[in-house]
């Protein structure tokens, strides 16, 4: 079974702290995104990769940014937390682009 | 870019019964449209896709239909049970730039 592990569940941060994400897949999958979930906003597209060291800006990367040293981790940063990435982050990798995508747990990240 | 919309948003079907949710999308140049299953605090879950050059997929009791001339697809479920509660996601590929378009989901609520 192709796992993708989110380091974290459940985080808590303070406004204007520094935040880290962290995704491990070990498919060897080229291809991991950060998607954000909100209730009735769906799943919306922060960033991806499909390779080392290469990054893409998806639908809303503001506030946002990205690692990829290694094939199989992708992080996700925010430089500043406010209180508007309050959200569910969710991590997933695929093979041959975009399909047959699989989902991280998800982190919950409350800023306050 | 690709915009996907879900019609209706929350939708309640008597166990046994079968369900319907549709999709409309924008980009004529789309190919691929999956459905992701996500159930209460769960990671969403590929349940099926299809791509352009089909017009329907059938696995066990849920179907996807695809109306390229009119620009929507729809997933099928018959014989509804209480494990398809849930809230499915339905996307689209945006044309060549290696991602999914999601729309914002589809409460679906079976009721024993």
């Known amino acids: 079974d192709v796992k993708v592990t989110q380091s974290s569940r459940y985080l808590v941060k303070r406004t204007g702290e520094k935040v880290f994400l962290e995704c491990v897949q070990d498919?060897?999958?080229?291809?991991m995104f950060w998607y954000r979930q909100d209730p009735g906003l769906g799943l919306r597209l922060i960033y991806f990769?499909?390779?080392?060291?290469?990054?893409e800006k998806g639908d809303i990367p503001e506030g946002y940014s990205v690692s990829r040293e290694k094939k199989e981790r992708f992080s996700l940063i925010l430089e500043s937390a406010s209180t508007n990435q309050t959200s569910m982050y969710l991590c997933?990798?695929?093979?041959?682009?975009?399909?047959?995508?699989?989902f991280g747990s998800g982190t919950q990240l409350s800023v306050l | 870019g690709e915009n996907v919309e879900q019609h209706p948003s929350t939708l309640s079907v008597q166990e046994g019964d079968s369900a319907v949710i549709k999709c409309t999308y924008s980009?004529?140049?789309?190919?691929?449209f999956p459905w992701y299953k996500q159930e209460l605090g769960k990671r969403p879950q590929l349940i099926i896709d299809?791509?352009?050059?089909?017009g329907e997929k059938k696995d066990q009791r849920i179907a996807v239909t695809l109306n390229k001339t009119a620009k929507h697809f729809s997933l099928h479920i018959t014989e509804t049970q209480p494990e398809d509660s849930a809230v499915y996601f339905c996307?689209?590929?945006?044309?060549?730039?290696?991602?999914?378009?999601f729309g914002k989901g589809n409460q679906v609520v079976v009721i024993p």
């Open positions: 997933a990798s695929g093979t041959g682009g975009y399909e047959k995508l699989f």
């Open positions: 498919m060897d999958h080229e291809n």
């Open positions: 990769s499909y390779d080392v060291k290469m990054k």
């Open positions: 980009d004529s140049a789309s190919n691929y």
């Open positions: 299809i791509r352009s050059n089909v």
């Open positions: 996307a689209a590929s945006s044309g060549g730039n290696n991602r999914l378009a």
